[in-house]
C-alpha cells in the first residue's frame, strides 16, 4: 500500500524558509514512471499546485512561486522535499504531498504550515 | 499563467444530474490538457475521481463521469446522491506544469 506522509515544522517566522518532506512508503521515489507533487491550500480556498519533481531530476514549478521554491528528491531515504524561501503571512496553507501519474492517486493527509512571529 | 475557470457553486436535486465545467483562458480545453477531476469533503484531503480526461479510479462511482465539450472539461454527476455534496476542483496541465480551477461547491439539496 502506497502512502505519503508530510514532516516539518507547523510554525515559520516570516521571512524564513519553510522546508517539508514528504515520506514516502511502498513505492520507490527512483521509479521513473511517477512524478512528486507538491501542493497546497489557503485556509477556506482552494488549491494550487505548487510543482512536481521526476527521479530523473526535471522539476516543474509553478511560475509564481519558482523564484523562492526548491523541490529535491532524496533516494536514500525515499522521500522528497520541498523548500519556500523567504515566506510571508500569504504562504500559510495546508501542504500535501502527492504522486502524480495515475491521476493523483496517491495524497498525504496535508501538514498545516502557519507563518506567524 | 493560464487561468482554470469552474463554476464557483452549483445545486442540484437528489437523483438529478449535473455537470461541471473547467475552462482555460489560454483556448478550449482539449485531450492534451489531461483534465483532472477531484472531490473534497471538509477536513480530508481531495481524491482523484477523474484523470486523463474520463479515466476513472478504483473508488470512482460509476455515476460520475467525464468528458470534454464546448471547448471545456466537464464532469457530470448522475442520480446525484447526499454523499456528493463537496467541492470540486479541476486540474489543467499546460506543457508540464498544471494549473487548478477555483472549485465548484456542489449541493445536493
Known amino acids: 500500500q502506497v502512502k505519503l506522509q508530510e514532516s516539518g515544522p507547523g510554525l515559520v517566522k516570516p521571512s524564513q524558509t519553510l522546508s517539508l518532506t514528504c515520506i514516502v512508503s511502498?513505492?520507490?521515489?527512483?521509479?521513473?514512471?511517477?512524478?512528486w507533487t507538491w501542493i497546497r491550500q489557503h485556509p477556506g480556498k482552494g488549491l494550487e499546485w505548487i510543482g512536481y519533481?521526476?527521479?530523473?531530476?526535471?522539476?516543474y514549478y509553478n511560475p509564481s512561486l519558482e523564484s523562492r521554491l526548491t523541490i529535491s528528491l532524496d533516494t536514500s531515504q525515499n522521500q522528497f522535499s520541498l523548500e519556500l524561501n523567504s515566506v510571508t503571512a500569504a504562504d500559510t496553507a495546508v501542504y500535501y504531498c502527492?504522486?502524480?501519474?495515475?491521476?493523483?492517486?496517491?495524497w498525504g493527509q496535508g501538514t498545516l504550515v502557519t507563518v506567524s512571529s | 499563467q493560464a487561468v482554470v475557470t469552474q463554476e464557483p457553486s452549483l445545486t442540484v436535486s437528489p437523483g438529478g444530474t449535473v455537470t461541471l465545467t473547467c475552462g482555460s483562458n489560454?483556448?478550449?480545453?482539449?485531450?492534451?490538457?489531461?483534465p483532472y477531476w477531484f472531490q473534497q469533503k471538509p477536513g480530508q484531503a481531495p481524491r482523484t475521481l477523474i484523470y486523463?480526461?474520463?479515466t476513472k479510479q478504483p473508488w470512482t462511482p460509476a455515476r460520475v463521469s467525464g468528458s470534454l465539450s464546448g471547448g471545456k472539461a466537464a464532469l457530470t454527476l448522475s442520480g446525484a446522491q447526499p454523499e456528493d455534496e463537496a467541492d470540486y476542483y479541476c486540474?489543467?496541465?499546460?506543457?508540464?506544469?498544471?494549473?487548478f480551477g477555483g472549485g465548484t461547491k456542489l449541493t445536493v439539496l
Open positions: 486523463d480526461t474520463n
Open positions: 489560454t483556448g478550449a480545453v482539449t485531450f492534451g490538457h489531461y
Open positions: 502527492a504522486r502524480d501519474n495515475e491521476g493523483l492517486k496517491f
Open positions: 486540474l489543467l496541465s499546460y506543457s508540464g506544469r498544471k494549473v
Open positions: 511502498g513505492a520507490s521515489i527512483s521509479n521513473g514512471n511517477y512524478y
Open positions: 519533481i521526476h527521479y530523473s531530476g526535471n522539476v
